[in-house]
């Protein structure tokens, strides 16, 4: 016989020992595992969701999103139709390729402009299926059969839930992504126009350290014309100047500079300590993204990212940050829009009234863009009005709660 077959079959010998010896107490610990698993059902049966989501509630979710997706390829395809057809000569004169045009233009085009007009596609879903359901009498029946009209809005809001979630994430931490691809599309084969360069850029990178560039290429991550001060207690310590900064761009850690040229003035009282070179190796506490602003340069950062942009900017005394301000909060007040509009939607159309349903398409349509238009004037207001962003960004949603809770309370009426 094999020596590794012996030594299996003394191994397998050895477990049925352990198992006979110990297979009593395997049995205990089992059935006390079930008897807690059983325990903790009984106390938390308010976790379990068929308490809370039944046929009904199903029935109006499936109709809920399915509405709400079917809204939203519908509109965007006709986008991409129009889009299509204004920038066709562009792809054209700077020769697009197909790919690009697929992959990196509409296949990150799509996800943007549906969570952006994600309100609307809400809004038009819920008026859309609750008129038919309405106009079937089916609405009527609900309510015959005993369900408040209290009751058979949490379909409604458990669908917002999951719409919230969904538009929430995609625009706090994937699309950003995305943009940053379409916009270096448009950059090549649309508009090319991108802002590449800045003058005359002054801002603080620490704690009474001040920097200078008279002129700073983004294309090359280089500057001239460098200066970096020290203070302590409002009094000179140090004064760097350089004639070349450049940005390393291959470094594992961030606010890596080479300075060309430079030097190096130490003042200590009426003393002066001059150090110069021809290169060096420097860690400045500032990256191009702080030198070069491009419009929409916002909405290429996640919200972790645009949170940290933000404090290092405000740490920094610099002034331009209120678009990223408005941005950030932008995304949070957006995803609770879908309560606030589908709550006006479901109290406009859940009455059953001869004409159909559109009178209450026109009526969502206009309050779906009133609300976009609320949005763009007090995000511009926040940006050139110092208004605060984070009252700019949710003042779309406190006027819509007001009307939305007036219609609420008349709807049942």
């Known amino acids: 016989m094999n020596y590794s077959n012996i030594r299996r079959f003394h191994r397998f010998l050895r477990f049925r020992r352990w198992t006979g010896k110990h297979l009593a107490w395997l049995v205990v610990i089992v059935r006390w595992i079930i008897a807690a698993i059983k325990w903790i059902g009984s106390k ?7 308490k809370y989501i039944s046929i009904l509630d199903w029935y109006i979710i499936k109709k809920f999103i399915g509405t709400y997706i079917f809204a939203i390829l519908l509109i965007i395809s006709i986008s991409i139709v129009f889009d299509i057809n204004e920038n066709l000569s562009k792809f054209t004169q700077y020769h697009a390729p197909f790919r690009a045009i697929v992959f990196d233009y509409y296949a990150n085009f799509v996800p943007y402009f549906a969570n952006l007009f994600s309100p609307l596609f809400v809004f038009i879903a819920v008026i859309f299926f609750t008129s038919k359901l309405a106009g079937n009498s089916e609405i009527i029946a609900m309510l015959a059969s005993g369900v408040s009209f209290k009751r058979l809005m949490r379909p409604y809001m458990i669908s917002c839930v999951l719409i919230s979630i969904t538009t929430y994430y995609l625009g706090a931490y994937v699309i950003p992504h995305g943009t940053v691809v379409r916009q270096n599309f448009e950059t ?9 360069s800045a003058e005359n850029v002054q801002l603080q990178v620490g704690k009474g350290v001040i920097a200078y560039i008279q002129h700073y290429d983004n294309k090359f991550k280089r500057g001239y014309g460098f ?3 020290k203070f302590e207690d409002k009094k000179l310590i140090s004064h760097m100047t350089a004639t070349e900064i450049q940005y390393d761009t291959i470094s594992d ?8 040229n430079w030097k190096i003035r130490k003042l200590k009282g009426l003393k002066e300590h001059i150090t110069s070179g021809s290169s060096r190796d420097t860690l400045i506490l500032m990256e191009p993204t702080d030198l070069v602003y491009s419009k929409g340069q916002q909405e290429t950062f996640t919200s972790p990212e645009l949170l940290e942009y933000i404090s290092k900017q405000t740490s920094r005394g610099s002034g331009n940050i209120a678009q990223y301000e408005v941005e950030y909060h932008k995304r949070i007040a957006m995803s609770f829009a ?6 006006i939607g479901f109290s406009l159309s859940s009455r059953k009234r001869k004409g ?19 949005q763009t004037i007090s995000s511009t207001f926040a940006i050139n009005a110092n208004t605060p962003p984070a009252l700019a960004a949710w003042i779309p949603n406190i006027i819509f709660a007001f009307i939305a809770y007036f219609c609420y309370r008349k709807a049942p009426n």
């Open 253 to 260: 850690s961030k606010y890596h500079w080479k300075v060309y």
């Open 188 to 196: 090549m084969y649309k508009n090319r126009k991108k802002n590449n």
């Open 44 to 50: 938390f049966r308010w976790l379990n969701p068929k």
């Open 356 to 374: 159909g349903m559109g009178m209450y398409l026109g009526i969502g349509l206009a309050l779906s863009f009133t609300y976009i238009m609320l």
């Open 227 to 229: 200066f970096l001060d």
């Open 338 to 343: 879908s309560f606030i509009l589908t709550t």
